[in-house]
Each structure stands twice: as structure tokens, then as C-alpha cells.
């Protein structure tokens, strides 16, 4: 079992920015990916960015260039998503989840919220 827990999010202005961290703890794999999704109300849950156990990353053509995901220099199993240039459509729930061979896990998610 893995255990993922976000936090980070909250109410921001447009242009503004916000760094949401997710954790995961428990039975982990050293080979897993680690990524953010994010739901806006009425739409489906969309990837956001991504980021895999060698360095790989991927990032939603909507975020790129203003998002960037890490993961945490001496705990890998700690990820952030820098977010900055927020505009008003990043508003949404923001989920993190975490994948390996042993199975797909995902935390209770973060709301955040960009408005003037």
C-alpha cells in the first residue's frame, strides 16, 4: 500500500504563482512515475505534468513553459509542481499520483483556486 498526500494549494491572483508538493510513503518502488493531474468542474481529469524515476519528463501543452515538476533532491519520493503565470483556467482540484509495478495510487487531491 502507498500512501500519497498533496498540499500547497490555495487562492491566488492571476500571474501569480503557487508550488504544490506531494509525498508518498509506504511500500514504494524504486522504479515508479510520479504525476499531477488537475480536474476543473464539469471536465475530466487532465495530466498536467509528469515525471519518471530517471528524469523523464512530460508536460500538458497548456502548462508548458509556466509549470515545472521535481522531484525533491534527497527524498525522491517527495514531488513538486512549480506553477507560476496562473491564469484564471488553471483553477481546478489538483491530484497527485504515483505509479509502479506495484500498482496506482492517488492522493485526496488540492484545490486551487486563481482569481482576481
Known amino acids: 500500500q502507498v500512501q500519497v498526500v498533496e498540499s500547497g494549494g490555495g487562492l491566488v491572483q492571476p500571474g501569480g504563482s503557487l508550488r504544490l508538493s506531494c509525498a508518498a510513503s509506504?511500500?514504494?518502488?524504486?522504479?515508479?512515475?510520479m504525476a499531477w493531474y488537475r480536474q476543473a468542474p464539469g471536465k475530466q481529469r487532465e495530466l498536467v505534468a509528469l515525471?519518471?524515476?530517471?528524469?523523464?519528463?512530460?508536460y500538458a501543452d497548456s502548462v508548458k513553459g509556466r509549470f515545472t515538476i521535481s522531484r525533491d533532491n534527497t527524498n525522491k519520493n517527495t514531488v513538486y509542481l512549480q506553477m507560476n503565470s496562473l491564469k484564471p483556467e488553471d483553477t481546478a482540484v489538483y491530484y497527485c499520483?504515483?505509479?509502479?509495478?506495484?500498482?496506482?495510487?492517488w492522493g485526496q487531491g488540492t484545490q486551487v483556486t486563481v482569481s482576481s
Open positions: 499520483r504515483h505509479s509502479s509495478a506495484l500498482g496506482i495510487y
Open positions: 509506504g511500500r514504494i518502488s524504486s522504479i515508479n512515475t
Open positions: 515525471i519518471g524515476s530517471g528524469g523523464s519528463l512530460n
